[in-house]
Every structure is written in structure tokens, then in C-alpha cells.
């Protein structure tokens, strides 16, 4: 790099925008040659401090190709920095509600040979919908033995509120399965589901909404407050994800990704049922 | 005229990697979630990419805003530009129905809603000009790498 800077004829030299050149030998270069198109003045009339301050460059290898290296170090460090966040961030020891699936990634009722999973986040508004279209179906093929329900209450659009909503919601489901009643109380908050944008149930509306529901458990106003189901909202979200879940509600028929409406979800139930 | 130009192009950059990094940088789960949706990607390569990738936007900015280093921030720039337009045009091809999640968001669209591929890899590729033209011509006006240059003049 000096030996090309030395070697630069004075025309090129770099003028009063030679101040701007930046880190790296070629970067300078490029000034250079600007300044030259734009009219730099011919050597003649150079200001001698000009010629000394281009003997002290080319003297000492300029340090600037150290900010170019500490720029891509930097970018690295914050990689790695977010990385370690994230891994920071998990909570690799979670309490599981009861009636959770054995890999603890859902609530589970019933027992029905089919296997129904739902996976949904309490401030989506199509998983509301699907509740309302498909939740008393649900209940029946439930009752009469036909399926096991497993839902999977994620907590993606944290975003939605202002107050985490969706991962307070998802830990309240994991309370109300600790008291026996999560299909109910899934269902009245869907119904009772806040505007995206604000600032979600507080926690004592979420209580109250499993008051509502029939809850009575005074254990489950505590874990509420708590938040003894949080950690296990994150490793719900985060096995939804692994699972090619990528938004909600999504539908899953002993495995297999069916539309979120009543019809596809009982036709894909029927074809299901051993026997038929 | 090129300097100046220049700096408008930094700030325009750098505002665009703070506003991306700023809205992803809390929830970085959401963050790698958004990746996951690409169907690219192993899932925990999807999460180190979703956990990596708002910090790495951030120090861009930073980098640009000040205007240091301005051509190795302009590089990683494009390429990263580059791939976010190959992995939205991947996504198009494939059918997908994703958001990009590029400032924040992401995942399968819900039903009705319809993807925003073409508006999204159009301003993509406007960024990637940007970053090209810094590359190309990384001196720019008010930049600290212009100051630190007249600085070892004045030393030495």
C-alpha cells in the first residue's frame, strides 16, 4: 500500500478532501482521484505543509486498516453477544403444570385414541375464531372418547402488548391445568381476548376470568401472580417452533397439519378413528 | 457531491439497521422464530441466526450513524442485504406465506393476509444499492473516520 502511495504522481495528491479518507490504503486512493477530477490544484501551487503532511504519511504505515479489523471484531463480539443472551435467557428448569404431555410441551384432556393438537397464543384472534367455531366439537369428541385434545398455548406475539401478555396468558392456562379446568378457561379467555396493541388482562383480570370459568382453587390465583408457568411458556413456544409451528392457531390430526375450521377438523378426525 | 450523497446514504442505512435491530433486539426468541419461519435453516440454526442477527444489526448502525469504518460496515451490509433478499425470494418461490420478520414480527401470515414479497425484497434491494455505493465510495461527509484521518495528519 505505501509503495502504490509513494509512487503517486503530485497531481494526485491528496487535496483538501484528502482529509476525508478513511481507514484503508485504497479508500484513500479513491480520494485521491476525486479530488484530482474535481479540479485539485496542480502541484506547483501546493502549500508545502501539504507535501510534508504527505511525506509523514507515507513515512509511518498509517494505523486506520486497525479500525477496519476492530469494526469486524466488533460485529463478531455482537453476534456472539446475542448469542449468549439468548442462551441466558432460557430457563432450562421449568415446572410443569400437571395433565401435560410427557414431554411437558402441552395440556392434555381426554384420552381418545386420535390425537388432536392445537396449538395457539391467547392474544391471536384466529385462534379465538377457531375456539369459537371448533371448541364445543372439540368438548364432545373429547367426552365421548374419540380424541385426546393436547393444546400447546405459545406465547408468540409477546409483541402484541405492551405487558408480555401472550407468556402471562400461556403460564395462567398451565395454572387452570393445575387445577383441572385449562379447556374451560382457554376458552373464556379467547372470548375475553384484549385488543392487540395494549396492555393485555392485568393479572388479576386474568383471575378473575378463571373465577369466572369455575375456577376455585385458591392455589390458582397465586400461581397467576407468580408466574410459576413462565419457563414452561418458553419451552412450549420454543418446541412449536422446532415443530415447524410458525403461527397460530395450527391444527394437528394425529400429526398431520389440518385447516383451523370445525369441518376439516372432524373430517380429518373421522378418517383417523381406527376402524374407519 | 459524492461525499455528500455518501453521508446521506449512511444515515439512511444506519437508520434502517437501528430501527430493524431495535425492534427485534427484545425478544430475541421471536427473533429466531422469525428465521425458523424461512424453513431454511435447522431449527437451532435458525435460533443462533435469530439471537445473532439484531446485535449484529445494531453495531452496523452504530458503525454507520458515526460513520467509521464505513466500507467493512457497507460490505457486511450488502451481504447480509443480499441474503435477506435471496431468503425472501426463497420463501416467494416456495409458496410460502410468511412475514419477514425484518423489523421484528414474523411467521406464517394469518389467513387473508397477504404477503408484502415484492415491497420487501424492492426495498431490499434500494438498501443493497445504498451499501454498494458506500462500498464503492466509502468517504462520506461528518464521518469519524473523516476526523480521525485529519487527526493523524495533524500528529504526525
Excluded at chain 1, 60 to 73: D, F, K, M, N, Q
Excluded at chain 1, 92 to 117: C, L
Excluded at chain 1, 160 to 171: P, Q
Excluded at chain 1, 218 to 241: D, I, K, M, N, S
Aim: include cysteine; hydrophobic fraction near 45%.
Amino acid at each position: 500500500m505505501s509503495k502504490r502511495r509513494k509512487s503517486r504522481p503530485a497531481g494526485t495528491q491528496p487535496g483538501p478532501g484528502g482529509r476525508q479518507s478513511g481507514p484503508g490504503g485504497r479508500r484513500s486512493e479513491g480520494t485521491g482521484r476525486r479530488s484530482g477530477a474535481t479540479g485539485g490544484r496542480p502541484a506547483s501551487s501546493r502549500r508545502p505543509a501539504a507535501r510534508a503532511d504527505r511525506k509523514a504519511v507515507t513515512a509511518r504505515p498509517r494505523p486506520v486498516g486497525w479500525i477496519s479489523v476492530l469494526a469486524v471484531v466488533a460485529l463478531l463480539a455482537a453476534g456472539l453477544i446475542g448469542l449468549a443472551i439468548y442462551s441466558g435467557q432460557r430457563d432450562d428448569d421449568v415446572a410443569t403444570p400437571a395433565s401435560a404431555t410427557a414431554d411437558g410441551t402441552g395440556v392434555v384432556d381426554g384420552n381418545g385414541p386420535v390425537t388432536v393438537e392445537i396449538w395457539l397464543d391467547l392474544h391471536c384472534p384466529h385462534c379465538a375464531t377457531f375456539e369459537e367455531a371448533a371448541g364445543e366439537l372439540l368438548d364432545r369428541m373429547v367426552a365421548d372418547g374419540t380424541i385426546t385434545r393436547v393444546q400447546h398455548p405459545v406465547a408468540f406475539l409477546d409483541r402484541a402488548s405492551t405487558t408480555r401478555y401472550s407468556t402471562r396468558a400461556a403460564g395462567a392456562v398451565g395454572c387452570a391445568a393445575d387445577a383441572g379446568a385449562h379447556p374451560g378457561y382457554v376458552r373464556a379467555l379467547l372470548a375475553a381476548q384484549p385488543p392487540s396493541g395494549g396492555p393485555g388482562l392485568t393479572d388479576d383480570e386474568l383471575i378473575e376470568v378463571g373465577a369466572d370459568a369455575g375456577i376455585t382453587d385458591p392455589g390458582f390465583a397465586e400461581c397467576v401472580r407468580e408466574g410459576t408457568y413462565r419457563g414452561w411458556t418458553q419451552q412450549v413456544t420454543a418446541h412449536a417452533a422446532r415443530e415447524g409451528v410458525t403461527g397460530t392457531p395450527t391444527v394437528r390430526v394425529n400429526g398431520e397439519d389440518v385447516p383451523a375450521t370445525a369441518e376439516a377438523v372432524q373430517a380429518a378426525v373421522a378418517r383417523a378413528r381406527p376402524g374407519s | 457531491m459524492v461525499p455528500w450523497a455518501g453521508t446521506a446514504g449512511r444515515l439512511l442505512l444506519g437508520g434502517v439497521w437501528l430501527a430493524a435491530g431495535v425492534a427485534k433486539v427484545g425478544d430475541l426468541a421471536a427473533s429466531g422464530r422469525a428465521v425458523h419461519a424461512y424453513r431454511l435453516t435447522p431449527y437451532d440454526v435458525s435460533v443462533a441466526i435469530g439471537a445473532a442477527l439484531p446485535m449484529v444489526e445494531l453495531v452496523l448502525a452504530a458503525l454507520l450513524l458515526v460513520g467509521v469504518a464505513t466500507r467493512v460496515a457497507a460490505t457486511v451490509s450488502a451481504l447480509l442485504l443480499a441474503a435477506f433478499v435471496t431468503g425472501i425470494a426463497s420463501a416467494w418461490a416456495r409458496g410460502l406465506r410468511i412475514d419477514c420478520g425484518c423489523f421484528g414480527g414474523g411467521g406464517d401470515l394469518a389467513e387473508g393476509v397477504d404477503p408484502a414479497y415484492l415491497s420487501e425484497i424492492a426495498r431490499d434491494l434500494g438498501l443493497l444499492v445504498v451499501a454498494m455505493f458506500l462500498v464503492i465510495y466509502p468517504v462520506t461527509r461528518f464521518s469519524l473516520d473523516a476526523r480521525l484521518a485529519s487527526q493523524r495528519r495533524v500528529r504526525s
